[in-house]
T-cell receptor, first 113, second 113 residues
Framework: SQTIHQWPATLVQPVGSPLSLECTVE??????LYWYRQAAGRGLQLLFY??????ISSEVPQNLSASRPQDRQFILSSKKLLLSDSGFYLC????????????FGQGTRLTVV | AQSVTQLGSHVSVSEGALVLLRCNYS??????LFWYVQYPNQGLQLLLK??????LVKGINGFEAEFKKSETSFHLTKPSAHMSDAAEYFCAVSGGGYNKLIFGAGTRLAVHP
């Protein structure tokens, strides 16, 4: 069966520091991968998606970037965090080539102080 | 473009009462629709999905939803609420290709004795 791992679970970082959140998927190949952000009391906003190694699409302009160095690895990064980057970040995957649901990781609670 | 509107950011019911969470969608193509549940500080878990087959969809934990094209609705129901149903519920539509999900703002369900 497929599993998705996301870490760390919580992170407190000072303003201006770098960020790296990692997500890996097991049990499938060539998945579509996604990073979503959930701000307090709001729905989920898609930040990035990837349909293959090295292929990244950004949905909203922001202080963050994403990379996919391996087929089942998706990384969310920032060079310098802003207070507004605080939130709950969720990685997700779905099967490529068919219209279907997405499966989510457990999320990372990021607090920028 | 696709969009989702969830009516009621907070819903409160008594244990054993009917649960009704409302979702209306907008889509220029036949939609794929989903309901997800989120417990505090966790990822999203798929409750059920509509993928153009039967209009009445049954999901996990006794939940079901009915797709009504004429009303552009996909409301979530459960005949009898349980304390463990207290969580946040998100309706989503798949749009823009690559299984990208567009979420509603969410409805927080409280269940009281």
């Amino acid at each position: 069966s497929q599993t998705i791992h996301q870490w760390p679970a919580t992170l407190v970082q000072p303003v201006g520091s770098p960020l790296s959140l990692e997500c890996t998927v097991e049990g499938t190949s060539n998945p579509n991968l996604y990073w979503y952000r959930q701000a307090a009391g709001r729905g989920l906003q898609l930040l990035f998606y990837s349909v293959g190694i090295g292929q990244i699409s950004s949905e909203v302009p922001q202080n963050l970037s994403a990379s996919r160095p391996q087929d089942r690895q998706f990384i969310l990064s920032s060079k310098k965090l802003l207070l507004s980057d605080s939130g709950f970040y969720l990685c997700a995957w779905s099967e490529s080539g068919k219209q279907t649901e997405a499966f989510f990781g457990q999320g990372t609670r990021l607090t920028v102080v | 473009a696709q969009s989702v509107t969830q009516l009621g950011s907070h819903v409160s019911v008594s244990e054993g009462a009917l649960v009704l969470l409302r979702c209306n969608y907008s889509s220029s193509v036949p939609p794929y629709l989903f309901w997800y549940v989120q417990y505090p500080n966790q990822g999203l878990q798929l409750l059920l999905k509509y993928t153009s087959a039967a209009t009445l969809v049954k999901g996990i934990n006794g939940f079901e939803a009915e797709f009504k094209k004429s009303e552009t609705s996909f409301h979530l129901t459960k005949p009898s609420a349980h304390m463990s149903d207290a969580a946040e519920y998100f309706c989503a539509v798949s749009g823009g290709g690559y299984n990208k999900l567009i979420f509603g703002a969410g409805t927080r369900l409280a269940v009281h004795p």
